[in-house]
């Protein structure tokens, strides 16, 4: 069964401070990697990743996958409060279906 | 302009109704899709249709029906409501079957009392 794994589940940090977060899979037939900002609503995109080893930026955020050992992280530099939401993988899956399989992200909350 | 909008943003019922979510998308995308997101924040996937047509069926029980009048509308009714279809609804739509960058709706919250 195609399965994505975020990690840590939650985490709490300081405003100024650096954070990793994890996103493991297994799927059969990958096609893409994709990250989420969820706050109170809807999810909102972040980074589509489709090969490995190159690192996507936008602003304090940044993200790479590895296609070898099946995983991406997000990373987020100099955290503010308003960083704070869900952070969501998703893994697209082959088919032709436009299918993601998510993982159960990780709440992110930045203390001022 | 709202990418992609559904309707009801809540929707409070009692067990054993049947209710309706609407989702309309002025993208011009061709796909669009039903999640459910339960109480632990957990996104999986569906319904999606793709040009009208039913491409993705994810072991939902029958009571859900998903209606697809045309391309810009994904329907979502739902019959003899439980306890468990509590959750958020999210809708969401893209272009090709392509999950890249697929846009989600605010969310319906249903809650079945």
């Known amino acids: 069964e195609d399965k994505v794994v975020q990690s840590p589940l939650s985490l709490v940090v300081h405003e100024g401070d650096t954070v990793t977060l994890n996103c493991s899979y297994e799927v059969t037939n990958f096609r893409s990697l994709l990250w989420y900002k969820q706050e109170k609503k809807a999810p909102t995109f972040l980074f589509m990743l489709?090969?490995?080893?190159i690192e996507k930026k936008s602003g304090r955020l940044s993200s790479i996958l590895d296609k070898k050992e099946l995983f991406s992280i997000l990373n987020i530099t100099a955290t503010q409060t308003g960083d704070s939401a869900v952070y969501l993988c998703?893994?697209?899956?082959?088919?032709?279906?436009?299918?993601?399989?998510f993982g159960q992200g990780t709440t992110l909350q930045v203390k001022p | 302009d709202t990418a992609v909008s559904q309707t009801p943003k809540y929707l409070v019922t009692q067990m054993g109704n049947d209710k309706s979510i609407k989702c309309e998308q002025n993208l011009g995308h061709d796909t669009m899709y039903w999640y459910k997101q339960d109480s632990k924040k957990f996104l999986k996937i569906m319904f999606s249709?793709?040009?009208?047509?039913?491409?993705i069926n994810e072991t939902v029980p029958n009571r859900f029906s998903p209606k697809s009048p045309d391309k810009a509308h994904l329907n979502l009714h739902i019959n003899s409501l439980e306890l468990g279809d509590s959750a958020v609804y999210f809708c969401a739509s893209s272009q090709n079957r392509d999950p890249t960058e697929a846009f989600f709706g605010q969310g319906t919250r249903l809650t079945v009392v």
């Open positions: 998703a893994v697209g899956v082959g088919g032709n279906t436009g299918k993601l399989i």
């Open positions: 249709y793709n040009n009208k047509e039913l491409i």
């Open positions: 489709t090969s490995s080893g």
